[in-house]
């Protein structure tokens, strides 16, 4: 939303493909509001409205997101990052991240 340079034009593309359905998971705005509290990150005050206008599909966590958490060696220590992983393996999606490291368990990373 914000023209991150983090994010590679192959990554901007797969977002803006309306062809794709893109997920955002409550993990993801759960640490982003923990960033926004700490004072590391700014969000405008309508985040979650951009979004939905924007289009992206809410994924909520459940209980069998925690159990395929449960399943994954600890090759990664980010809890976020690693609850992303289980609700991508579980939900049969692609996990779009800038983290390399996710590459250490194979598919469904892409890193960009």
Do not use: C
Not at 45 to 57: D, T
């Amino acid at each position: 939303m914000q023209g991150s340079a983090k994010l590679s034009l192959p990554a901007k593309q797969l977002i803006s493909d309306p062809g794709n359905v893109i997920f955002i998971s409550a993990a993801s705005l759960w640490e982003i509001r923990i960033k926004q509290g700490l004072g590391k990150l700014d969000l405008p005050v309508n985040f979650e409205a951009s979004l939905n206008r924007l289009g992206f599909e809410e994924l909520t966590v459940s209980v069998a997101h925690t159990s395929e958490l449960a399943k994954l060696p600890a090759l990664h220590q980010d809890p976020f990052d690693r609850m992303l992983l289980a609700q991508a393996r579980l939900e049969k999606l692609l996990l779009l991240s800038a983290d390399q490291s996710l590459l250490a368990y194979g598919a469904p990373v892409i890193t960009g």
